[in-house]
């Protein structure tokens, strides 16, 4: 059996409205909602619009600081290892690790054949900054010696840590008398973002 669907008029309702009895329209007009509960539902929406509009509101907030930390920008200092170099400016004989700590104990227990020392420094910086360069700070054992300072200018690489090798020539570390203590910062212009330092330093 099948059932057809009519589109019915507002005037159509009207008129069937009028039709029904005084007994059923108060029916319909009890089922309805209360003055009270119609009111209960309009401050309801009323607090849910007023929620949404500080929700939105928190997040404009929450963007525009994040744009402004971004811009901002920050940095780490991760890692710093310094390596003693020969006089052909190698600090290993071969890519191994093992042969890496191997050479660098033979040049510390050997210091005339010492040619100078690289600070490689592992680093990262955020946001945009304009002026980025890493400056390495030297302490040697010679009391009357002033600490060497070295920068050099590095960009900013697309993720994660980038490397970058500060050299100290030979005359400058005999000069120092050896390394006893050193501080690697990471400068956005004249604003310091990061450092890293021995223990002794």
């Excluded at 040049?107 to 490689?120: T, V």
């Excluded at 030979?170 to 004249?190: I, S």
Aim: aromatic share 6%; with cysteine.
């Amino acid at each position: 059996m099948e059932m057809t669907l009519r589109k019915i008029a507002p005037s159509d309702c009207r008129s069937n409205w009028a039709k029904l009895t005084k007994q059923r329209q108060d029916q319909l007009v009890h089922c309805s909602l209360t003055k009270a509960e119609i009111a209960v539902v309009i401050a309801a929406r009323g607090v849910m619009l007023a929620a949404m509009r500080c929700l939105t509101g928190l997040i404009a907030i929450l963007l525009a600081s994040t744009a402004l930390l971004a811009h901002a920008g920050g940095g780490k200092v991760l890692k710093v290892l310094p390596h003693f170099l020969d006089h052909q400016g190698r600090h290993t004989l071969s890519p191994s690790l093992f042969e890496r700590d191997a050479y660098q104990a033979h040049l510390r227990k050997n210091p005339e054949e010492i040619g100078g020392l690289r600070f490689d420094v592992e680093w990262s910086a955020s946001g945009k900054p304009a002026n980025l360069r890493l400056r390495v700070e030297a302490r040697g054992g010679k009391a009357a010696a002033k600490p060497a300072v070295l920068e050099t200018a590095v960009k900013a690489g697309w993720t994660g840590g980038t490397w970058a090798a500060v050299t100290l020539d030979k005359e400058a570390y005999q000069q120092l008398g050896g390394l006893a203590a050193w501080r690697v910062t990471l400068w956005d212009g004249e604003q310091m973002l990061a450092e890293q330092k021995s223990f002794l330093w």
